[in-house]
């Protein structure tokens, strides 16, 4: 799913461009306001899941024992692609949306050194986090000009998210013990998203978008904490192109 996402990304980046090359003068002639029937849009941005921070017990106990710890990306690329349909009353235009959202992978890196006499203990702990999801939501925009208008999108977000840990032993007795466990997890949860637009013509409008999914709070402190599924934002540039 992630792998196809990606690829329809990539080529809707190209559509992107040349919608945004298209003259607007002769959306400047327009006295109705466009932006009905069915659509489809590409969005690109930053955002990611929401994921805690160390617990400060495993960071006292890194620096007591010569160790180090990081956490690679926090944020990063998202793009979501979606498609839908929208009806008009006046000003007013409401529909429905069915889109996909794919975000970057987290991964956690902890090292803990011990020794005790001629006994020494290396301890490494990585934990990733990968993900996307796809949405079903309800639309509602306003147009306060014929090209300007303001819209908020909510209903229900699916999110699929897997974590892998991967811990190594390596003792200089006991030698090299390496345990692998990977969770995976699907679970709803409502979806809000707020933004602007602006039609370049009209067929063709560029948005401003920023998405939340209410996820859930994780901790790092246990096995069952770390392996809810997080919350995640995302603000994006994209393009709309209706086809009424």
């Known amino acids: ?26 959306f400047a002639n327009q006295n109705s306001i466009s932006g009905i029937g069915p659509y489809f849009g590409a969005q690109f941005g930053v955002g990611g899941m ?15 024992n010569n160790g180090h710890y990081s956490k690679d990306i926090s944020w990063g690329f998202v793009g979501r692609l979606f ?11 409401y529909g429905l949306e069915l889109g996909g959202m794919m975000y970057p992978s987290n991964k956690y890196n ?35 000009t014929p090209a300007w208008n303001i819209f908020i999108k909510e209903g229900i977000a699916y999110a699929y998210q897997k974590v892998s840990v991967h811990v190594v032993d390596d003792n200089t007795i006991t030698g090299i013990i390496s345990a692998y466990e990977t969770k995976r997890k699907r679970e709803a949860f409502p979806e809000i998203a707020l933004g ?43 393009v709309t192109w209706y086809f009424s």
């Open 196 to 238: 602007m637009g602006y039609h370049v013509i009209p067929s063709a409008e560029l948005n401003l978008t920023y998405n939340h999914v209410f996820g859930n709070d994780l901790s790092l402190d246990s096995a069952s904490s770390r392996a809810k599924v997080a919350s995640v934002d995302g603000v994006m540039l994209g």
């Open 1 to 26: 799913m992630k792998q196809f996402l990606l690829s329809c990304m990539v080529i809707s980046s190209f559509a992107i461009g040349s919608s945004c090359i298209a003259a607007t003068t002769e």
């Open 50 to 64: 929401n994921l805690p921070d160390f617990p400060s017990s495993a960071k006292s106990a890194v620096e007591q």
């Open 83 to 93: 498609g839908g349909y929208l009806w008009n009353t006046n000003k007013f235009h």
């Open 110 to 144: 902890l090292e803990i050194k011990t020794s005790e006499g001629l006994v020494s203990n290396d301890v490494t702990i990585n934990i990733r986090y990968n993900g996307y999801f796809i949405d079903l939501l309800g639309v509602a925009k306003y147009y306060f």
